[in-house]
């Protein structure tokens, strides 16, 4: 192609790129290979000699390992040589499976060879690192293992509930995988709570969930898979799924995320309490970066935290600031459940330090994310490794609900596309006023959906937090009340019809109620499935939509994420 005005030509993106030959990496004990691998681009990894982990799971020798759209690092304890090799590219514009989808299968550098970098096997960044804080972050581990030793020797103790904090890309997502990781090699069974709706864990981003950790995480795709049919080599896993569609748990005052979180903290605790290998392990709790902004109203939702999940161990990674108000208010009182059990367990505050590793995530990058979280829940993930066969299955889904986030097991899902009768289905909305400065009012207004106002119902929000607040109250006095009481009407509420073409594109929940649940009953209520709504006729009243499974859409209260995770283009071609 000419370059207009200068006459020059420009070489084909295919002749500029010659595929970097395999590389091998040899790291000390102690250190760490940091690398960034772009989507679209996938690199395959193989231990050769020593032992490596990434984030706290260990890799197996001479197995390989492939990664794309990855930020992480491997670490090894004693040394290790890491052999690093060019995998295919994927098709990043055309195919409509982008930037998760399927792959060109070229073996080498195909079309999209402009997403591979110059670094070893086309990493688009990647060097040897020797100072990492892993000693600190596996002392933790120690120490909470003691805790779970001391819960197996004395019944009726439950192990350490971990909250995790810190500002945005700190790693506490890191510190939450070592730490599960650590813990799964050691045969326990923790419960690992995400409270972080910008990034799925499990499931789609816009979730909360809950999930019990019985076996390894998956090396390739972050956290492993939830059920489907078909095989699997890393044992699934099966995640409690809370629909919160808003990106940042501030939103609507905090009044949406609490009730979710006591529901969630509920099903958590009864599950410890019925499960021996749950309550010895205990919780780990990874949160949303804006908790860790200290203002009033995020200091409200982390003492909400503390108290329903009974957190006895809080960690603060990469804000001084955030740690001495943690000390303030938590460190050394008792813990909620202290009370109630006429025990003496204290919370402990720890300080950690931020990995030189976290890398901040633009908003490009957490955008291919969230889509490509999105797009394996409904299509599985395409075949790229070599350590796994890829199977194709008739898409026939066990549970629903999860699956999103990071689908290991190579699976090509096939799911099914219907029609649906808008007026047949029970659709609600946040109609929250977004407090994320950038983003545009979002007032509920029904003349956008071309019905009147009796066309949506609007319910009081019975939840009241009842919630003891002494250790916070020192902080509040300044800021004076937390302003949680201020907004007792549930922003939740019902349209009808006609369908909106906003639907176009976005993802519906499915909840566990009946369609004309009290609204507070379908904000609470855990998610069965999601559906995708591929497109809208407005005159005809019917949307066409994207589902896991086949069959009739069960006659459930639907939720709409409008807001978050919002508009997700191309899935369907
Ligand atoms: N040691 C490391 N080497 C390379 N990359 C790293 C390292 N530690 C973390 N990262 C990467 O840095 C990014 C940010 O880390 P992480 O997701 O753990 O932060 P976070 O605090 O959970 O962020 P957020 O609040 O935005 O969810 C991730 O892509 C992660 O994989």
């Known amino acids: 192609m000419s370059l207009p005005g200068l006459e020059l030509a420009e070489a084909a993106v295919e002749a500029q790129y010659a595929p970097p030959p395999p590389t091998q990496v040899n790291l000390r004990a102690g250190s760490e290979w940091r690398f960034e ?38 670490y090894t304890w004693h040394g290790c040589t890491l052999e690093i090799t060019a995998g295919e590219t994927v098709n990043t514009s055309s195919n409509g499976f982008a930037p998760g989808g399927s792959t060109t299968s070229t073996g080498g550098i195909g079309g999209g060879g402009q997403t591979q970098g110059f670094g070893a096997g086309g990493c688009s960044s990647e060097y040897v690192a020797e100072d990492t804080p892993m000693v600190e972050y596996s002392n933790v581990h120690f120490g909470l293992e003691t805790m779970r030793q001391e819960a197996q020797n004395e019944g009726g103790k439950d192990g350490p509930r971990v909250l995790i904090l810190g500002p945005e890309n700190a790693g506490k997502t890191t510190l939450t995988k070592i730490l ?63 629909f919160y569609p808003m990106k940042s748990p501030l939103e609507a005052e905090g009044n949406v995320f609490k009730p979710i979180i006591s529901r969630l903290a509920l099903s958590v605790t009864a599950r410890m309490a019925e499960d021996d290998d749950a309550r010895e392990a205990g919780i780990i709790v990874d949160t949303d970066g804006s908790l860790g902004s200290g203002t009033p109203k995020a200091l409200e939702l982390i003492h909400h935290i503390v108290t329903e999940f009974s957190i006895s161990t809080v960690l603060v990674i990469g804000s001084e600031r955030l740690y001495s108000t943690m000390v303030k208010n938590y460190d050394q009182k008792p813990t909620t459940s202290a009370s109630a059990t006429h025990s003496d367990e204290r919370i402990t505050v720890l300080k950690l330090s931020k990995s030189g590793g976290c890398v901040d995530r633009d908003e490009a990058f957490m955008k291919a994310v969230n889509e490509s979280q999105i797009r394996s829940y409904f299509f599985g993930t395409a075949a790229t490794s070599t350590a796994s066969s890829a199977t194709s299955v008739g898409g026939v889904i066990t549970s629903i609900a999860g699956g999103g ?14 029609q649906l009768d808008f007026e047949s289905l029970a659709l609600y909305n946040y109609t929250i006023t977004s407090t994320t400065t950038e983003e545009e009012e979002d007032e509920y207004d029904p003349s956008n959906f071309g019905a009147g106002a009796e066309s949506y119902t609007s319910l009081t929000d019975q939840h009241h937090d009842t919630s003891p607040y002494d250790p916070l109250s020192s902080t509040y006095s300044s800021s004076g009340p937390s302003g949680s ?60 939509v994207l589902a896991p499974v086949g069959g009739r859409m069960p006659a459930k209260a639907l939720v709409w994420g409008k807001n978050w995770p919002g508009e997700v283009v191309g899935l369907v071609g």
């Open 37 to 74: 691998i772009a989507f679209g681009a996938t690199v395959r990894v193989k231990l050769l000699t020593g032992t490596a982990e990434l984030f706290g799971t260990e890799l197996a020798p001479l197995q390989t390992y492939t990664f794309s759209g990855t930020k992480a690092a491997i």
């Open 180 to 242: 599960t990781g650590y813990a799964t090699k050691m045969d326990r069974q923790p419960i690992v709570v995400n409270l972080d709706p910008t990034e799925g864990m499990l499931s789609v981003p816009g979730t909360l969930t809950a999930t019990a950790f019985r076996s390894m995480i998956d090396i390739e795709e972050g956290w492993g898979s939830s059920p489907m049919s078909g095989p699997s080599p890393i044992p699934v896993k099966l995640p409690l799924v809370y």
């Open 405 to 418: 986030g990071s689908n290991s097991n190579k699976i090509t899902l096939s799911p099914h596309t219907q």
């Open 485 to 544: 009481t201020n907004n007792d009407t549930l922003p939740l509420k019902k349209f009808t019809q006609p369908p909106t073409l906003a639907l176009a594109n976005s993802l519906i929940a499915i909840t566990h109620v009946p369609p004309n649940a009290p609204v507070a009953d379908i904000r609470d209520s855990s998610i069965m499935g999601f559906v995708y709504v591929a497109d809208v006729d407005a005159d005809k009243k019917k949307i066409r």
